[in-house]
């Protein structure tokens, strides 16, 4: 059963440092290759937005509130997407879910568009003042 696990969560001052990954398993070579990944979050009491993306070709894009602290990458080959957070905010705190986005899609503002999402559990990110 193809599935998306997030990990590297945890509490961190502000100022501080995470790496959010993303496993994806169950996906051949060539499905994996096809997504548009990403990563989103929600806060208590706030909707999911999106966080970042990255598209087949490589391309990213951010959302405002995290562009020159976060950075998306991920490993093709092993199938892994990471979120690496510097400079964290209090405002950062949030859950962080991992989400694989198909057919038709395209990047814009911190996201991926498209005509499906499949999503990970999350992984809690707690950014203390």
């Known amino acids: 059963q193809a599935q998306l696990v997030e990990s590297g969560g945890g509490s961190v001052q502000a100022g501080g440092s995470l790496r959010l990954s993303c496993a994806a398993s169950?996906?051949?070579?060539?499905?994996?290759?096809?997504?548009?990944m990403g990563w989103f979050r929600q806060a208590p009491e706030k909707e999911r937005e999106g966080v970042a993306g990255?598209?087949?070709?490589?391309?990213?894009t951010y959302a405002d509130s995290v562009k020159g602290r976060f950075t998306i990458s991920q490993d093709n080959a092993k199938k892994i997407l990471y979120l690496q957070m510097n400079s964290l905010k209090p405002e950062d705190t949030a859950m962080y879910y991992c989400?694989?986005?198909?057919?038709?899609?395209?990047?814009?503002?911190?996201?991926?568009?498209?005509?499906?999402?499949?999503w990970g559990q999350g992984t809690q990110v707690t950014v203390s003042s």
């Open positions: 989400a694989a986005t198909w057919a038709g899609t395209y990047l814009k503002n911190g996201r991926c568009y498209g005509s499906g999402r499949y």
């Open positions: 169950g996906y051949t070579y060539s499905t994996y290759g096809s997504y548009c």
């Open positions: 990255i598209g087949r070709d490589g391309s990213t």
